[in-house]
């Protein structure tokens, strides 16, 4: 069965570029969450969606973030503009309900980005 | 004050010995915790979830104290393959999830 899956696995772009990642959460799994690592932050909630409602997104660092689920298999994650602070991995999770009960979230590998 | 708290470490062990990590979390709502295992430029992945009677899944255990806010994972025998980064998780959602990670424990075991 196929996982998270999320693109662009890596992406070096210019400070003020438009950066938009996607994720397409495992089939069946209804509750979506977007994560920022970084070394100084660790991993950090940015929004989660269930039922493809936005839940809680006050993670989201500042109005250059935003996010969409327009439906069940697919997300996204803009940043406009970008700037170098914004550089991380990001990863998206899935989880069957609300993750509540078994916490299981399965991650995507991440999307790598550099702002320059 | 950070919702979920780490000792970032790094913890260098000898393989074989017994270490220990504890977290605490700052919201006395919190419904459930886990811990999970990141390995070097990989995703986390679910280790074990945490009861309040306390649960062992062969090498590891995992203890939740909530009068006093703070959850631990010991391994003992530890094995070279266990060196990774763990992460204590919390959910503070009611209704729905709010899926917290601490920073995370860095964990190396040398031969």
């Known amino acids: 069965d196929a996982g998270v899956i999320q693109s662009p696995r890596h992406e070096v772009t210019e400070m003020g570029q438009e950066v938009t990642l996607r994720c397409k959460p495992i089939?069946?799994?209804?509750?979506l969450f977007w994560y920022r690592q970084t070394m100084m932050r660790g991993l950090e909630l940015l929004i989660y969606f269930n039922n493809n409602v936005p839940i809680d997104d006050s993670g989201m660092p500042e109005d250059r973030f935003s996010a969409k689920m327009p439906n069940a298999s697919f997300s996204t994650l803009k940043i406009q503009p970008s700037e170098p602070r914004d550089s991380a991995v990001y990863f998206c999770?899935?989880?069957?309900?609300?993750?509540?009960?078994?916490?299981?979230?399965?991650f995507g590998e991440g999307s790598r980005l550099t702002v320059l | 004050r950070k919702e979920v708290e780490q000792d970032p470490g790094p913890f260098n062990v000898p393989e074989g010995a017994t270490v220990a990590f504890n977290c605490t979390y700052s919201n006395s709502a919190s419904q459930s915790f886990f811990w999970y295992r990141q390995d070097c430029r990989k995703e986390p992945k679910l280790l074990m979830s945490v009861y309040s009677s306390g649960n062992e899944d062969g090498r590891f255990t995992a203890q939740l104290n909530r009068a006093s806010q703070y959850i631990s994972l010991l391994i003992r025998d530890s094995k070279l393959s266990d060196s990774a980064t763990y992460l204590c998780v919390v959910n503070i959602g009611s209704s729905a999830s709010k899926i917290i990670f601490g920073s995370g424990t860095r964990l190396s075991i040398r031969p």
């Open positions: 999770a899935s989880s069957l309900g609300t993750g509540a009960i078994t916490g299981e979230l399965f």
């Open positions: 089939s069946g799994h209804n509750s």
